[in-house]
């Protein structure tokens, strides 16, 4: 491997193409600014966007698109707040007036405490974007023949959660996301739940071709310098992935050879 082959290791989804593994969410900072800077910090070229909860469209609030360009970012438009598929699609179709944006997240989500994806809700708004001609990632459980199907219906992206959003609890389930990711044909994406960076990392050597992430970076202390964790967070999880792990072996297997050694 050399270093050309180390810096041209991007992923593409829905015919773009993208450097950064890591999408970041755009909410739950203390000022824009802050976004501004951490998401700058993170590397990612995507960002995403809960249409019912930031500013899009109101010239007279500050806005998003003032401290986060469109056109150095893809915005990717969420449904973070919608309990139906009605509202799901509705908010998407609001987004796509308002932005001409048809790359899409989709996420419907069940109730409190744990807002875990609510899968009927999630394939009826899914085939009602399909059918309007929509790019959608989707949002999902981590359960392999619900994120195959969605894949067949036509979903760009399949997003199963690490853990439920704004959890940090990591990937609590990595067995069922490896196995998405075997049978995958789209990309996959570790989304929701990643609370530290080497849990991102370990998204990533799981075999994911991206990690999005939101609470991680705007709940931490220093919200700048952990996106800077997470960006190489995933480039180091993705090389640890494509390098391929050592066995594990509970034997110690002595580093030093013990041929010509003087007795
Ligand atoms: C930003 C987004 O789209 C959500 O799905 C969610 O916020 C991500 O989850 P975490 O906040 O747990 O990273």
Not at 15 to 32: A, H, M, N, P, Q
Not at 72 to 91: E, I, K, S
Request: with cysteine.
């Amino acid at each position: 491997m050399n270093a050309t082959t180390l810096e041209d290791d991007g992923w593409t989804v829905a015919g773009r193409r993208f450097r950064s593994r890591l999408v970041v969410g755009t909410g739950r900072y203390k000022s824009l600014e802050e976004t501004a800077a951490s998401i700058a910090a993170s590397g990612a070229e995507m960002v995403t966007v809960a249409v019912r909860r930031v500013n899009l469209s109101d010239p007279n609030a500050p806005m998003l698109q003032d401290f986060v360009p469109p056109t150095q970012y893809t915005y990717l438009p969420n449904t973070a707040g919608c309990h139906t598929a009605q509202d799901a699609v509705r908010t998407l179709r609001l987004a796509r007036e308002a932005g001409g944006w048809n790359l899409v997240k989709l996420e419907v989500l069940g109730p409190p405490p744990f807002l875990y994806p609510d899968m009927a809700a999630t394939f009826e708004a899914a085939s009602a974007l399909l059918a309007d001609n929509f790019e959608v990632m989707v949002y999902c459980a981590d359960d392999p023949v619900a994120a195959k199907r969605l894949e067949e219906m036509g979903c760009v992206a399949i997003m199963p959660l690490g853990a439920p959003i704004g959890s940090g609890m990591g990937v609590v389930n990595p067995y069922m996301i490896r196995a998405i990711k075997a049978q995958a044909k789209v990309p996959v994406l570790v989304d929701a739940g990643i609370g530290t960076a080497s849990e991102a990392a370990f998204a990533m050597e799981l075999g994911c071709d991206a990690v999005l992430l939101n609470s991680a970076i705007a709940h931490a202390q220093d919200p700048v310098r952990m996106a800077a964790a997470m960006k190489h967070a995933v480039i180091a999880g993705r090389h640890a992935y494509l390098a391929g792990r050592m066995p594990r072996d509970y034997r110690a297997d002595p580093s030093s050879p013990t041929t010509g050694t003087i007795r």
